[in-house]
């Protein structure tokens, strides 16, 4: 029996991952890779950063065991975690209304929520903000959604467009899904200020809608509290949503896959009876969780020194970001380069949309070398002082065309 492929066709490339690919091997000496989202430091390394050295070293020290994690994860990592989500003294915490599953990094967290709403008998239809992270829609297509988007941002692509958002949510029917992206928006790096959450939290309400908040970027963008503005807008009495976490950026922890899939009910009963349901989810996926990365980040957050020392890396990383926009801004308008890209200074977090159409990214890779996602977005953390200036020459030579 022939395997059942449809066609033989090869599968496009991943949009994101698959650019990797395509840039180690390239030869050319100029190339410069912004596609995925990795932070690397001035010399283009991902650095293991000095409180995960650390954490890591101590755990080699302990005498530990490889025996299974239960299903839902390793319960000091789940409170460290709710805790830095939510904030410790967040009525979300104290009341107890809340449970959180350990998975294997934010899209593993964002799988095993689909199936869970799916199996508890969610509505199909998931509201996914255009544009997008690229893996969204295969993600919940194939999990058994059904798509439907919502303008995100005006014509200028530097702002949100408050009113299609919530024209389009107003045709949402109750019990519909939407993700948020709770800060750092992907691919864009424009996020609603509090005032748009709020407005949000109210749609959410009127429709009757169960938010899924995309939450892989915390303290990458303005500092830990500030980019959970979202939290704001949502935590409302009575309101029920989805958290999904990821610690890859935060601790640059990438290939360990640590995240965090976190429920928020009317009341302590119907969280622990949602955790009942997604242990089903997890255990049909993967089990259990990989141990590792969530040791990691428990040890660090659960260790006063070790977790000042980890504030201060992220605060590293985080100045890093926001000086390479600053330089970034500096250089295109300083070269002329035609476009609105003062605002790209203050947006949030990894990414950066330049607003290219497809023509425009492709001839950067073919004819310059610069790797970039779809309509323009870039790791805004990817740029160096050495790359910088090839970067921007590029970038003008295909928006003059
Ligand atoms: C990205 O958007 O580049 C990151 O979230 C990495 C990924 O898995 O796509």
Redesign the pocket.
């Known amino acids: 029996m022939a395997l059942p492929l449809r066609s033989l066709t090869p599968a496009p490339p991943d949009p ?2 698959g650019l990797s690919e395509s840039f180690k091997a390239d030869t050319r000496p100029e190339k410069v890779n912004l596609s ?2 990795v932070y690397v430091n001035d010399s283009g390394v991902t650095p293991v950063i000095p409180s995960v050295l650390e954490a890591e070293r101590r755990l080699l020290e302990k005498a530990g065991s490889k025996g299974y994690l239960p299903i839902d994860g390793r319960p000091g990592f789940k409170a460290a975690v709710r805790d830095l989500i939510f904030g410790a003294e967040h009525e979300i915490v104290t009341s107890g209304r809340s449970a959180t599953a350990q998975t294997p990094g934010g ?1 593993g967290a964002l799988r095993v929520a689909a199936d869970f709403l799916l199996q508890a008998g969610a509505s199909k239809t998931i509201w996914l903000s255009e544009p997008t ?1 690229p ?1 969204h829609p295969q993600l919940f297509t194939l999990a058994g959604f059904v798509l439907r988007t919502y303008p995100y941002l005006d014509e200028s692509g530097r702002q949100v467009d408050l009113h299609k958002m919530l024209g389009a949510l107003r045709s949402a029917v109750p019990g519909d899904v939407v993700l948020l992206h709770g800060s750092c928006h ?1 691919p864009s790096g424009v996020d609603p200020d509090q005032e748009t959450w709020a407005a949000i939290g109210e749609i959410v309400v009127e429709r009757e809608l169960l938010p899924v908040v995309d939450f ?1 970027y915390q303290g990458f963008g303005f500092g830990l509290r500030e980019d959970a503005d979202w939290l704001a807008g949502l935590a409302r009495p009575g309101l029920e949503f989805l958290v999904c976490s990821s610690y890859s950026k935060n601790f640059a922890l990438y290939n360990e896959r640590v995240g965090a899939l976190t429920i928020v009910a009317a009341d302590p009963s119907r969280a622990a009876s949602a955790l009942s349901h997604l242990k089903i989810a997890i255990r049909a996926n993967y089990s259990n969780p990989p141990a590792h990365g969530g040791d990691i980040v428990e040890t660090i957050l659960m260790d006063p020194t070790l977790r000042a020392q980890w504030e201060v890396d992220l605060a590293v990383m985080r100045n890093r970001i926001l000086g390479n926009r600053a330089a970034l801004v500096d250089a295109l308008v300083a070269a002329e380069v035609p476009g609105m890209w003062e605002p790209i200074r203050r947006q949030r977090g990894m990414f950066a949309l330049l607003g290219l159409s497809a023509a425009q990214v492709a001839r950067l890779r073919d004819e310059f070398g610069v790797y970039v996602v779809g309509k323009g977005r870039i ?1 805004v953390a990817g740029l160096t002082p050495a790359n910088l200036p090839h970067v921007v020459a590029s970038v003008k030579a295909v928006i003059e065309g």
Do not use: D, Q, R, S
Request: a neutral charge.
């Open positions: 994101i991952l995925v989202g899209t992270w893996n992907n892989a790791n």
